[in-house]
């Protein structure tokens, strides 16, 4: 359950969950579709996926992780999650600040390890810490990312 208590602008967000329903094309009997929508839409304000990012549904939390205008800190706080595919989520956003990566990268899944080698966008540092990975998948795929880095940059 999602607690707001801001009163005053609760008008302006139903009028904006109502403008996000329909520029979606979401029919009265999808609205339960629309937090889904709300929390992967990049356009979506940060006062509004702070509001979400309260919520303790790990789908939504997924999505929010997943999308690239949702707070550092909120980002910071995800990587700390029980749920892998949250962790996933953020290794995959290319705008995850360096504190998440530095916590991915000491992550105790493999997977997730392997998501940050996979993201061109992780910084080259981090990347560079990654081909020494224990995994030798992970320290693969590491490699072969800095490497097409790299080749796109020249």
Request: net charge neutral; hydrophobic share 40%.
């Amino acid at each position: 359950m999602i607690r707001y208590e801001k009163q005053k602008d609760l008008p302006s967000l139903y009028g904006y969950f109502e403008r996000v329903a329909k520029e979606a094309g979401l029919s009265f009997e999808e609205y339960h579709l629309l937090p889904a929508v709300i929390t992967s839409n990049p356009k979506t304000p940060s006062r509004i996926l702070r509001i979400y990012a309260q919520s303790s549904d790990e789908k939504l939390l997924e999505r929010l992780a997943g999308n690239p205008s949702t707070p550092w800190d909120i980002l910071s706080r995800l990587v700390r999650h029980k749920s892998k595919a949250i962790r996933l989520a953020v290794a995959n956003n290319r705008n995850a600040p360096s504190n998440a990566i530095e916590a991915l990268i000491c992550d105790d899944s493999p997977s997730v390890r392997f998501m940050v080698a996979e993201n061109p966008f992780m910084p080259n540092e981090m990347l560079v810490r990654l081909v020494d990975d224990e995994n030798p998948f992970v320290a693969h795929r590491a490699e072969t990312t800095l490497q097409r880095v790299q080749r796109e940059a020249s």
